[in-house]
């Protein structure tokens, strides 16, 4: 059963929360005490120390009303994953917690099935972003409060090791791009932070600390 969620990582009740498809699970799943126990574990990470699947990392950021420390670099232990008419979507964040809170990167590949044939081969993909249907954007809502910034990639490429967009499969994905603010309208502005990187290392799993959040509308 597929659940459609308005959000990468919500639920039709709460569309921004990063934990708010367990309701649906519980409500189709958990009839014993101990699954229900479980489900509420996957959604708050109680007692549990989940490892990263990935980091986004940066020697310079220069966001409007936004002081970072730097080099910035940003550890997410939450994979949200779906395909829609073959656009395979991406969100990285930190698990358990609403998106208005929480610090992310969000990936898509357009062309899926035509990644998939390639990959098949047996050598990495490189996609340029935009021209090969490849785009990232950033949010930084714990990091970054007070700025109302839209970050996304413009120029780079993401090189795609492994992807398996199913539950156990691998995914090792690796990017590097230049990020603008997209409220920006001089075409000539520098990036606000060139050579982003991102690196995506993990294996996807229903259970902690993956999960198969449908974004499909």
Known sequence: MRWHMNRA???ERNPDHAGGAVGALAHERATHPLAMAFLLTLAFGCGLNPPDVGTVSA???DIPDCELELP???HFN???FDDCADVLF???QEEGKPVSVSDGVEIQFAELSKLLSDLEAGQPVVRDVAGDGARATIYLNVSCPDSFASLEARSGSFKIEELEPRNGGRVIISGVFDLVD???TDPEAPPVSPEV???IDTTLSNSWPHKVY???P
């Open 59 to 61: 020697t310079q950021l």
């Open 72 to 74: 910035f670099e940003l």
């Open 214 to 216: 449908p974004v499909c």
């Open 182 to 184: 997209i409220r920006e």
């Open 78 to 80: 939450f994979i949200g």
């Open 90 to 92: 991406l969100r990285c």
């Open 9 to 11: 990582v919500g639920s």
């Open 197 to 199: 990187k991102v690196v």
